[in-house]
């Protein structure tokens, strides 16, 4: 047993760990085809790049000869172009979902965790070395089985000891308890101040303990690696990279102060979090309804699409915007030095073969934008100048098959600012 980790976190060990990870260079970037780079500006206008450089220390995003400030940049797309010889391991086929206490989740293979050290390697990365008390939760596969008030436990800033998952028949508990060891197919534990051990794969997942919330600063960067990790970042730079190739390593600084040095290669996209973009679904509507014609009452969400699924338009994911079903109505009041409000609209992919519907933004009353969308039709892009308005109210008008499993996603919905 290890009586430390009774007395929980420490600065001195948070201060120490801030400057202490080793990383390794890429395990799969040599195998992979030509990359292209995308960039999407605030107003959601997109442009092909065939060399880039970033630095958020500067504030400045190159685009070959051209500069324009990081703030006027919203997402930066990698995907690569047909013919791949290789591709990246998909987040279903990691093991294990490691999550950081700066918000960051790793998707992780081979993990040990002795004397407070979390120890795995991640495809792209090598191996990551962790103190528990940097840790929030480790969760094993399979990660999409739903356990019982596992959000809920997630969401408290204050916890004592840990809580362990354990799965006995067909039934998950939660215990409490501290994870002491766990490697080579077993878990040792304490429990009700005894030691015990059990096998590896009953333990469903773990919440570790804490003290409190971490005092950190606003995310700047959401750096999506293939895989399914993503890392919360205070910033970003990269000397001049050619897009069409996999050189370059990217230097990502973590909101804990950690600098990890990713391969190009490894990631999928970069949201950049603009001061001057404001999200709707961080934002209370002054009014909400949602009219239903024949199919059930369902309920719009934010982040989230009706199904609960991942916002997400053809192959491309969304960590922002909003889920609306057929007859919703939304209204928000126009922050103060809003240009205009922008979104990428596109039917649910759950509900794409039989739905059809209409996107209506109107201003203060004012009808603005109309958008019919198809089943086989592609996403639009809204955009609409609401300068000088008060309200914004975003409509979706049931299509011939009414509201009949008809849902559609705001993707990136915000208003945007004027520069300063």
Not at 181 to 191: A, C
Not at 225 to 253: C, F, H, K, M
Not at 263 to 270: A, R, T
Request: charged fraction near 25%; glycine fraction near 6%.
């Amino acid at each position: 047993m290890f009586p430390f980790r009774h007395l929980l976190l420490t600065q001195q060990r948070r201060l120490l760990w801030m400057v202490a990870l080793v990383t390794a260079l890429p395990v799969f970037a040599a195998d992979l085809q030509p990359l292209a780079v995308r960039v999407m500006r605030l107003d959601g206008s997109q442009q092909s790049v065939e060399s880039f450089a970033m630095s958020s220390e500067r504030r400045e995003f190159k685009l070959g000869s051209q500069a324009m400030a990081l703030d006027d940049v919203r997402r930066v797309t990698f995907t690569r172009r047909v013919g791949a010889s290789k591709t990246p391991p998909d987040a279903s086929e990691r093991r294990v979902e490691v999550r950081l206490r700066d918000g960051s989740t790793l998707m992780a293979d081979d993990v040990v965790v002795t004397q407070d050290v979390c120890r795995f390697t991640v495809a792209g990365l090598g191996e990551q070395q962790f103190e528990l008390d940097h840790l929030t939760a480790l969760r094993f596969a399979p990660i999409t089985t739903e356990l019982p008030k596992w959000h809920a436990e997630l969401a408290q800033t204050e916890r004592q000891q840990d809580r362990l998952f354990m799965a006995a028949m067909e039934t998950v508990s939660a215990i409490d308890g501290f994870l002491e060891e766990l490697k080579n197919g077993t878990v040792r534990l304490e429990w009700m101040k005894e030691s015990r051990k059990m096998p590896l794969d009953r333990l469903r997942a773990v919440i570790f303990a804490t003290t409190g919330a971490t005092e950190l600063k606003p995310e700047r960067f959401a750096v999506h690696l293939w895989g399914g990790s993503r890392l919360s970042a205070l910033s970003i730079a990269t000397d001049a990279v050619a897009g069409p190739t996999n050189e370059g390593i990217v230097s990502i600084q973590t909101r804990v102060g950690v600098v990890i040095q990713v391969p190009l290669s490894g990631i999928e996209w970069i949201e950049c979090r603009s001061p001057r973009v404001l999200y709707l679904s961080e934002r209370k509507p002054e009014s909400a309804t949602v009219q239903s014609i024949i199919a059930l009452p369902r309920r719009w969400r934010a982040d989230r699409s009706v199904s609960g699924l991942e916002l997400q338009v053809g192959a491309e994911r969304y960590e922002r915007g909003l889920g609306t079903p057929a007859g919703t109505r939304l209204t928000y009041r126009v922050p103060i030095d809003a240009e205009s409000v922008v979104a990428i609209v596109a039917l649910e992919s759950q509900t794409a073969v039989v739905g059809d519907c209409t996107c209506v933004v109107r201003v203060d009353g004012r009808e603005a934008c109309r958008e019919k969308l198809h089943a086989d039709a592609r996403s639009k892009m809204l955009r609409v100048d609401c300068r000088n308005g008060q309200l914004v109210e975003l409509v979706v008008e049931p299509g011939a098959n009414f509201d009949l499993a008809a849902s559609v996603n705001w993707c990136d919905a915000s208003f945007v600012l004027a520069p300063h």
